[in-house]
């Protein structure tokens, strides 16, 4: 959807390395997601903000970090990459828990 | 904890034939949403279903959501090589505190 934008679509880097995903909606929702999917696994959330300077976590939030501190953005931190993070990540933004959630494209991080 | 079984895992099919997917939780959900995912796409929203025994169409594809609001199904009616992709549930809990997403049905369709 044009209303939310991930970057960078791919990213390959090295164990123990400090990587940053980025996430923008135009659409003004409230809420916003961050889930890594894995093979077998589906989407697991990682992090979720309800508002700006509002985060919790989500089903896998160890080795990750995030903030938002403006309600469009909402980047997610891997402050030591690992091998086991390795996923394709997708950020959602929606107007509320229980609404539904609009997709960004996904980033594919490889870590070698 | 709440779990969310989706079954099958993977379904291959032959063009024009129907498709079901089944989505069942362990615990009562306030909703249910479902979403499709094309190979190297991205989820996107399909429908959302709120009332127990609820059913609701779209063109080819019936959404039902159980009487117990513990389990829903998407069917497909004569598939076509455009439906490919992953079908995914998202249950949510009641008092709407906490969406979880089965594990999908992988699609394919042989032409």
């Known amino acids: 959807d044009a209303g939310i934008t991930q970057s960078p679509r791919y990213k390959i880097t090295e164990t123990g390395r400090q990587v940053t995903l980025m996430c923008h909606q135009t659409?003004?929702?409230?809420?916003m997601f961050w889930y890594r999917q894995d093979l077998g696994h589906g989407l697991r959330l990682i992090y979720y903000?309800?508002?700006?300077?509002?985060?919790d976590k989500g089903e896998v939030p160890d080795g990750y970090v995030v903030s938002r501190s403006k309600t469009e953005n909402f980047p997610l931190t891997l402050e030591s990459a690992t091998r086991s993070q390795t996923s394709v990540y997708f950020c959602?933004?929606?107007?509320?828990?229980?609404?539904?959630?609009?997709f960004g494209d996904g980033t594919r991080l490889s870590i070698l | 904890g709440q779990q969310v079984m989706q079954i099958p895992q993977y379904q291959h099919v032959q063009e024009g034939e129907d498709f079901t997917t089944y989505c069942n939780s362990s615990?009562?959900?306030?909703?249910i949403q479902w979403y499709k995912q094309r190979p190297g796409g991205h989820p996107v929203f399909l429908i959302q279903?709120?009332?127990?025994?609820e059913v609701k169409k779209q063109k080819r594809l019936t959404f039902q959501f159980g009487e117990a609001k513990k389990n829903s199904s998407l069917h497909i009616t004569a598939t076509q090589t455009t439906d490919v992709g992953t079908y995914f549930c998202?249950?949510?809990?009641?008092?709407?505190?906490?969406?979880?997403f089965g594990a999908g049905t992988r699609l394919f369709v042989k032409a």
């Open positions: 903000s309800a508002a700006a300077d509002i985060t």
């Open positions: 959602a933004s929606g107007t509320g828990l229980a609404q539904p959630q609009h």
């Open positions: 659409w003004s929702h409230s809420y």
């Open positions: 615990t009562t959900l306030s909703n």
């Open positions: 998202a249950a949510i809990n009641t008092g709407g505190f906490k969406t979880i």
């Open positions: 279903l709120v009332k127990s025994g």
